[in-house]
T-cell receptor
Framework: GAVVSQHPSWVICKSGTSVKIECRSL??????MFWYRQFPKQSLMLMAT?????????EQGVEKDKFLINHASLTLSTLTVTSAHPEDSSFYIC????????????FGDGTRLSIL | QKEVEQNSGPLSVPEGAIASLNCTYS??????FFWYRQYSGKSPELIMS????GDKEDGRFTAQLNKASQYVSLLIRDSQPSDSATYLC??????????FGTGTSLTVIP
């Protein structure tokens, strides 16, 4: 149980393109989803927390107009990197958790984004 | 002071030995504690959850929690080369407030 699907796994695109990443909880309802990015050999960096039906809460230093997050249903959240540039190249990982208090985060497989 | 601290390692143990990974946290009111394993280039995978003081065993893994001393540890018995990974300690304060450590890199030497 507790499977989180993230798509796509890899994206390579030109500078200036917008890229959408989907995160789905397959066998549970995810009240909350989290978006992280991770640079090589560095730790996870939380970008934003999204609750179904409400605006995402962004961490300090993360541009909300650059990284658009939508959590329209209890099983789907999307992250759109708008007008991506080479410095946005990174490993983006989503996670989701059910609503009950003691539940952990379950991670998707991540999306490796390369901007040329 | 960081919310969650882990020794970054690297920690090297011979195959078959016990690997001991430690984590301390700063908020005494923290409620839930998790260990994740992350292989290089992959996303984290949940391996253990622990909520109350004491030990919790799952196969070769044992999580230990001591709320009075504010530490949580993970023991891996009979370590295998496939256990070589970075281990992340995560602590949930309340609600959706999670804090991750920076991870301990473990290498199991055949």
């Amino acid at each position: 149980g507790a499977v989180v699907s993230q798509h796509p796994s890899w994206v390579i695109c030109k500078s200036g393109t917008s890229v959408k990443i989907e995160c789905r909880s397959l066998d549970f309802q995810a009240t909350t989803m989290f978006w992280y990015r991770q640079f090589p050999k560095q730790s996870l960096m939380l970008m934003a927390t999204s609750n179904e039906g409400s605006k995402a809460t962004y961490e300090q230093g993360v541009e909300k107009d650059k990284f658009l997050i939508n959590h329209a249903s209890l099983t789907l959240s999307t992250l759109t990197v708008t007008s991506a540039h080479p410095e946005d190249s990174s490993f983006y990982i989503c996670s989701a958790r059910p609503g009950a208090d003691n539940q952990p985060q379950h991670f998707g497989d991540g999306t490796r984004l390369s901007i040329l | 002071q960081k919310e969650v601290e882990q020794n970054s390692g690297p920690l090297s143990v011979p195959e078959g030995a016990i690997a001991s990974l430690n984590c301390t946290y700063s908020d005494r009111g923290s409620q839930s504690f998790f260990w994740y394993r992350q292989y290089s280039g992959k996303s984290p995978e949940l391996i253990m959850s622990i909520y109350s003081n004491g030990d919790k065993e799952d196969g070769r893994f044992t999580a230990q929690l001591n709320k009075a001393s504010q530490y949580v540890s993970l023991l891996i018995r009979d370590s295998q080369p496939s256990d070589s990974a970075t281990y992340l300690c995560a602590v949930r304060r309340t609600g959706n407030q999670f804090y991750f450590g920076t991870g301990t890199s473990l290498t199991v030497i055949p």
